[in-house]
């Protein structure tokens, strides 16, 4: 079946524009992550969604980067007045409940690379 | 000191070795998982597991959560293998998103 989604692959902006990224989850899938993975280091969280609680911030770099999920299904990753650090690959992953009602494996997208000139 | 350490960081090995990924976390944990990253970028969930040793195929996964240590072994290298390994865990408390270990970088020569 279909995996997970993103768009663009690739996008390049100047700095200080607005940047929205979408993310289609695996269907039936409650659970969506957003990570970063920032060129030279490793990944990081920044946003999660599990059904229709309010979603973890907790990893959201500033004010600027924000998220919503529509539906419980599609997500947008939005970060305003991009700054050249905000340059990285951005990944979503999704995950389901397990027949235990443990959270399953996360699926990841392709990822969008996002260049900040 | 990162909650996740990876070892060693860069791994380079020859064709049908036995290769051997460690990673040590210092958090509690619900699940741990590996994943494997080649370089195009793309992210694969090699396993995911909470205690006890999983294998598919050539890959095995063990964790040891007294010691709070996993390892990744890959039996019978292949150029194919070469990729950069990730460990991850999910702290106990939070809801799954994952805290990631910097990677091991795997290269197997023909």
């Known amino acids: 079946g279909a995996g997970v989604s993103q768009s663009p692959s690739n996008k390049v902006t100047e700095k200080g524009k607005d940047v929205e990224l979408r993310c289609d989850p695996i269907?039936?899938?409650?659970?969506l992550y957003w990570y970063r993975q920032s060129l030279g280091q490793g990944l990081e969280f920044l946003i999660y969604?599990?059904?229709?609680?309010?979603?973890?911030k907790s990893g959201l770099p500033s004010d600027r980067f924000s998220a919503e999920r529509t539906g419980g299904s599609v997500s947008t990753l939005t970060i305003q007045r991009t700054q050249q650090e905000d340059s990285a690959v951005y990944l979503c992953?999704?995950?389901?409940?397990?027949?235990?009602?443990?959270?399953?494996?996360?699926?990841f997208g392709p990822g969008t690379r996002l260049t900040v000139t | 000191k990162n909650e996740v350490e990876q070892s060693p960081q860069n791994l380079t090995a020859q064709e049908g070795e036995f290769i051997t990924i460690n990673c040590s976390y210092s958090?509690?944990?619900?699940?741990l998982h590996w994943l494997q990253q080649h370089p195009g970028g793309g992210i694969v969930s090699l396993f995911m597991?909470?205690?006890g040793k999983k294998k598919h195929g050539r890959l095995i996964a063990t964790i040891n959560i007294q010691e709070k240590h996993s390892s990744l072994h890959i039996t019978a290298s292949h150029p194919r293998d070469s990729a950069v390994y990730i460990c991850?865990?999910?702290?106990?408390?939070?809801?799954?998103?994952?805290?990631f270990g910097q990677g091991t970088r795997l290269t197997i020569n023909p």
């Open positions: 597991l909470s205690s």
């Open positions: 992953a999704s995950s389901s409940l397990g027949t235990s009602g443990r959270r399953d494996e996360q699926y």
């Open positions: 269907s039936g899938h409650t659970a």
């Open positions: 958090v509690g944990i619900s699940a």
């Open positions: 969604f599990q059904g229709n609680s309010a979603p973890d």
């Open positions: 991850a865990v999910a702290r106990i408390q939070g809801a799954q998103k994952l805290v």
